[in-house]
T-cell receptor, first 113, second 111 residues
Framework: EAQVTQNPRYLITVTGKKLTVTCSQN?????MSWYRQDPGLGLRQIYY???????DKGDVPEGYKVSRKEKRNFPLILESPSPNQTSLYFC????????????FGNGTRLTVT | GDSVTQMEGPVTLSEEAFLTINCTYT??????LFWYVQYPGEGLQLLLK?????DKGSNKGFEATYRKETTSFHLEKGSVQVSDSAVYFC??????????FGQGTTLQVKP
């Protein structure tokens, strides 16, 4: 089954404790992206990657890191999480064609206390 | 810059009622327009899209027409079901190549 898999689904952590949210897709997609979803703000792009070893900042990259060492994986790293990073996070992927639909994972709900 | 504005929710309807969720956009050039749907506990999935003016996207009984003169892409369905309860996002893909989402509209359909 074609899918984008994120882990974990839920995560509660404390300020300053490094964490990684994993994302993997099995559709051989070139493009991958991370979003955060907050009430009243819709989805905001954090980082994206057009292909292996190519990553770029989105609209809200501060406090996040990503890497794209393999085509299928695109982990999101919070080196020193803060409470304002409490949010619902989504990973998404698509082919290299801009108009192609984004395929989303089921989300990771992160709480930073 | 490019932007998308959706009507604020939540929208609460009875089963079989007519649905309209308004979406307007600001963009240079000729963007592609999309509606995504997010069911509870899931990620977003593409509902329909339109890539040029006067195109009509349709899927699962939902429709939206790309109106360049009014810069709108309103989502409609003639008869909603309880299973349509979800959050609906309007989005545009403009010259920057970035997909820009509206803030989302929650639809609740009651039996």
């Amino acid at each position: 089954e074609a899918q984008v898999t994120q882990n974990p689904r839920y995560l509660i952590t404390v300020t300053g404790k490094k964490l990684t949210v994993t994302c993997s897709q099995n559709m051989n997609h070139e493009y991958m992206s991370w979003y955060r979803q907050d009430p009243g703000l819709g989805l905001r792009q954090i980082y994206y990657s057009m292909n292996v070893e190519v990553t770029d900042k989105g609209d809200v990259p501060e406090g996040y890191k990503v890497s794209r060492k393999e085509k299928r994986n695109f982990p999101l790293i919070l080196e020193s999480p803060s409470p304002n990073q409490t949010s619902l996070y989504f990973c998404a992927s698509r082919t290299g064609t801009e108009n192609s639909p984004l395929h989303f994972g089921n989300g990771t709900r992160l709480t930073v206390t | 810059g490019d932007s998308v504005t959706q009507m604020e929710g939540p929208v609460t309807l009875s089963e079989e009622a007519f649905l309209t969720i308004n979406c307007t956009y600001t963009a240079t050039g000729y963007p592609s327009l999309f509606w995504y749907v997010q069911y509870p506990g899931e990620g977003l999935q593409l509902l329909l899209k339109a890539t040029k003016a006067d195109d009509k996207g349709s899927n699962k009984g939902f429709e939206a027409t790309y109106r360049k003169e009014t810069t709108s892409f309103h989502l409609e369905k003639g008869s909603v079901q309880v299973s349509d309860s979800a959050v609906y996002f309007c989005a545009l893909l403009g010259n920057t190549g970035k997909l820009i989402f509206g803030q989302g509209t929650t639809l609740q359909v009651k039996p």
